[in-house]
């Protein structure tokens, strides 16, 4: 099995993407008997990040984090898209073969055009570079939420295509559903997204954050009330940080009542003060040393190059570019 996984660097990491995709694509660096290749999806980020020095600050960023959180170069390729030109080409020879319609349908264009984003060549062709990123590197796994899962479909479907015309050459990857079960809600309820501007970041100072969570807004029921934790947002959001016995504990006095939200807040507080506390240490150590950061990246993308540039090399020789 060998998997793969890119996320854009678009702006500091919040819990949402931790605890709905970070979190479990680091785990299959031990699963994978094959290798597994991650990267910042900078390519991608240019749709929507247009300043140099915030793209490249962001992208660093993100290797960061990423280190950060428990990515072990020693076990998984970490590298920067935009150091594998042969991602690129490969997008190219994918795209002569690409359906107009097959894009038109693809769900994340259709709800940006809705939500009124402007609409260009990057945004409409993204699910070609995204397919390109998949096959480069002959992955099986792409651990997906479940709105990606058409992507997913797109790369098979564009494999499939090119296989059929041009002889088998692109393996057909699987999308693993990531578990969302433990829905990360942002500090408005709404789903945690940078879209919404209701994030909490992972490595944002302890005090601001606390701040943050102090403004949640709750509803208006009295104190002496007993309440549902089920879908109250702070339980929520307590239920991703805090210890079983401080989970059990706050679980009783919800069901009990006698108690104000200020309270729970600053239980919340505490708790994802503890739990991120590590990784902020090591994020810490990390930021100190840029220029090791910057060796990983670029080990990485000598792994990723080799590994794509025979992908491409095998699908010139298969449409005709090769062997003339």
Same mark, same amino acid.
């Given at each position: 099995?060998?998997?793969?996984?890119? #996320?854009?660097?678009?702006?500091?990491?919040?819990?949402?993407?931790?605890?709905?995709?970070?979190?479990?694509?680091?785990?299959?660096?031990?699963?994978?008997?094959?290798?597994?290749?991650?990267?910042?999806?900078?390519?991608?980020?240019?749709?929507? @990040?247009?300043?140099?020095?915030?793209?490249?600050?962001?992208?660093?960023?993100?290797? $960061?984090?990423? !280190?950060? !959180?428990?990515?072990?170069?020693?076990?998984?390729?970490?590298?920067?898209q935009?150091? @594998?030109?042969?991602?690129?080409e490969?997008?190219?020879?994918?795209?002569?073969?690409?359906?107009?319609?097959?894009?038109?349908?693809?769900?994340?264009?259709?709800?940006?055009?809705?939500?009124? $984003?402007k &609409?260009?060549?990057?945004?409409?062709?993204?699910?070609?570079?995204?397919a &390109?990123?998949?096959?480069?590197?002959?992955?099986?796994? @792409?651990? @997906?939420?479940?709105?990606?899962?058409?992507? $997913?479909? *797109?790369?098979?479907d564009?494999?499939?295509?090119?296989?059929?015309?041009?002889? +088998?050459?692109?393996?057909?990857?699987?999308?693993?559903?990531?578990?969302?079960?433990?829905? *990360?809600?942002?500090?408005?309820?709404?789903?945690?997204?940078?879209?919404?501007?209701?994030?909490? &970041?992972?490595?944002?100072?302890?005090?601001?954050?606390?701040?943050? $969570?102090?403004?949640?807004?709750?509803?208006? =029921?009295?104190? +002496? /009330?007993?309440?549902?934790p089920?879908?109250d947002? !702070?339980?929520?959001?307590?239920?991703?940080?805090?210890?079983?016995?401080?989970l059990? +504990?706050? /679980?009783?006095?919800?069901?009990?009542?006698?108690?104000?939200?200020?309270?729970?807040?600053?239980?919340?507080?505490?708790?994802?003060?503890?739990?991120?506390?590590?990784?902020?240490?090591?994020?810490?150590?990390?930021?100190?040393?840029?220029?090791?950061?910057?060796? #990983?990246?670029?080990?990485?993308?000598?792994k &990723?190059?080799? =590994?794509?540039? +025979?992908?491409?090399?095998r699908?010139?020789?298969?449409?005709?570019l090769?062997?003339?």
């Open positions: 099995m060998r998997a793969l996984s890119g #996320i854009q660097p678009t702006g500091p990491f919040h819990w949402g993407n931790y605890f709905g995709a970070i979190q479990q694509y680091i785990a299959l660096q031990d699963e994978c008997d094959d290798g597994s290749f991650y990267f910042i999806a900078n390519l991608h980020a240019l749709t929507t @990040v247009r300043e140099k020095e915030r793209l490249q600050q962001y992208t660093l960023d993100g290797a $960061i984090d990423l !280190l950060a !959180l428990g990515l072990d170069p020693n076990k998984a390729t970490l590298f920067v935009s150091d @594998v030109p042969e991602v690129s490969l997008c190219w020879l994918l795209l002569t073969g690409t359906p107009m319609g097959l894009l038109e349908r693809c769900v994340s264009y259709k709800d940006k055009l809705a939500k009124g $984003i &609409a260009d060549a990057g945004l409409f062709t993204y699910p070609v570079l995204q &390109a990123d998949i096959l480069a590197y002959d992955a099986t796994v @792409v651990p @997906v939420g479940e709105d990606q899962l058409q992507h $997913i479909e *797109v790369c098979r564009l494999a499939q295509s090119f296989n059929h015309h041009f002889g +088998e050459t692109f393996v057909l990857p699987k999308g693993k559903v990531l578990d969302q079960s433990a829905r *990360v809600p942002g500090t408005d309820g709404e789903k945690m997204s940078k879209s919404y501007n209701n994030t909490l &970041a992972v490595f944002d100072d302890v005090k601001a954050q606390r701040k943050q $969570i102090m403004r949640i807004q709750t509803d208006s =029921r009295p104190m +002496e /009330e007993p309440k549902d089920a879908g947002v !702070l339980f929520d959001l307590l239920k991703l940080v805090a210890s079983e016995a401080t059990a +504990e706050w /679980e009783a006095t919800y069901r009990g009542g006698g108690f104000g939200y200020g309270d729970v807040k600053k239980a919340l507080a505490e708790a994802a003060e503890t739990y991120w506390g590590p990784a902020r240490e090591r994020r810490a150590e990390w930021a100190a040393k840029p220029g090791e950061v910057r060796e #990983i990246l670029a080990a990485g993308a000598v &990723a190059r080799q =590994r794509a540039g +025979e992908t491409l090399c699908a010139q020789a298969a449409c005709g090769k062997g003339w």
